[in-house]
């Protein structure tokens, strides 16, 4: 139900006013999805199910946030990192709304590939921004698809601030190592060994921290959420990777 409709939306509005005024439309459809069983933390609204997606995924019908975003926003509020200058790698559009408008930070969104609304369209392997700026780093979803990831990852370290943090996830695969294989490039070949058109790579969560302390963040640390079916929230590895003080 929810997939024809966005596709009968997609064909009769202009994408750009769509996304303008997605709130508005979203909220039309999702009446019928009010209730007590669920919560969504990012809008807060209570509902009587989440939609499930074709790969799974729990969407909230009023703000279409997804279980990584809605774990990401609690991450930042339980952890109490949101603070400072935060620079955040393609955002999604339910979390940009609430950062972008938070006055407590001074928030800076980028994608590179304009699939994501952003502000900024750095590229992480060179970041057009000074040395040890942000207090804050969110790369979720964003290494698994660049081809020179430890020299996004030496960026990474260059713009964050001594004492800072930058959260970083992937999907996640197997227990060591890292799978990688330059000479597949076509959109077949790369789904079929990194399991997704436009990743290079598959990491393992052992594999990923190894990379990352080979190249310069000497403090990676992973935590393991557990499931929440009442906030949608899945099974989650997080990284923090902390920048020591100077």
Known sequence: M???????ALTIIPKDFLVKNELFFRSLFAQRFKGKDH???ICENSLKKFIILDDG???CPFCGSRPRTRRLFQILNSEE???????HF???RSLYRLLSKDQNIQYTSTDYEDEFIADHKYDITNIDCPDAHFDLIICYHILEHIEKDQKAMQELHRVLKPGGICLVQTPFMGRNGIYEDASITSNEGRLEAFGQEDHVRVYSVAGLKDRL?????????????????YKGFAAETVLFLRKNKL
């Open 2 to 8: 929810y997939k024809a409709v966005k596709k009968l």
């Open 213 to 229: 302390q080979d190249n310069l963040f000497t403090h990676v640390q992973h935590k393991e959420y557990a499931e929440d079916p």
């Open 57 to 59: 995924d729990q969407l």
């Open 90 to 92: 393609s955002p999604s």
């Open 81 to 87: 990192i949101l603070k400072g200058n935060v620079l």
């Open 39 to 41: 919560l969504c933390n």
